[in-house]
């Protein structure tokens, strides 16, 4: 199997070099040209990043994550979800690689098979880092107005953190 997957990658390059050849395409002209699309593309994305970016530096430095979890967990308290997880769900449609620290943490607080760890566990793999796929998908598609796109993918995370609370308490 490793063998197969070594030769992988050559026979790819291999193949779209013979199909090039077939179609009587210039392949290098063709490489260049996909890479000022991808270019043009990062150029449209790059300032959606940076300004999240800098919005989550901004969260987390100024204690309005602090705060948003201060008010979030009388209310998941109510629903059932763990008040132990409203960092996680804080973040979550913000920064991926803030949620996945949030989540390792509460794995080592908490143990990962406690209700706490897996509510965590599948919070982190059913819910989506919002406004980055907005920010970077809309960004790349060179949308100006989302219109209802934020708060119905809002209402989506907040289903999807009440159904983790859920499905751990269910199946678990």
């Known amino acids: 199997m490793v063998f197969l997957t070594d030769l992988l990658i050559p026979g790819l390059l291999l193949a779209l070099c013979c199909a090039a050849m077939a179609g009587k395409r210039d392949a290098y002209t063709l490489l260049l040209t996909g890479a000022a699309e991808g270019l043009a593309v990062l150029k449209r994305v790059i300032p959606a990043l940076v300004v999240l970016l800098a919005a989550v530096s901004l969260l ?23 008040p132990e997880v409203v960092p996680l769900m804080v973040i979550r449609p913000v920064s991926g690689s803030a949620a996945l620290a949030v989540g390792s943490s509460l794995m080592a607080a908490y143990g990962p098979d406690s209700p706490v760890g897996r509510t965590a566990a599948i919070l982190l793999g059913s819910t989506e880092t919002t406004f980055y796929v907005v920010s970077v998908y809309f960004g790349a598609a060179g949308v100006r107005r989302s219109r209802y796109a934020v708060p119905a993918a809002l209402i989506a ?11 751990a308490k269910l199946f678990f």
Do not use: H, K, N, Q
């Open 60 to 82: 987390r430095e100024s204690g309005a994550m602090d705060v948003l979890t201060r008010w979030l967990t009388p209310l998941c308290a109510l629903t059932g979800i763990p």
């Open 157 to 167: 995370d907040a289903t999807g953190f009440f159904m983790a609370s859920l499905t």
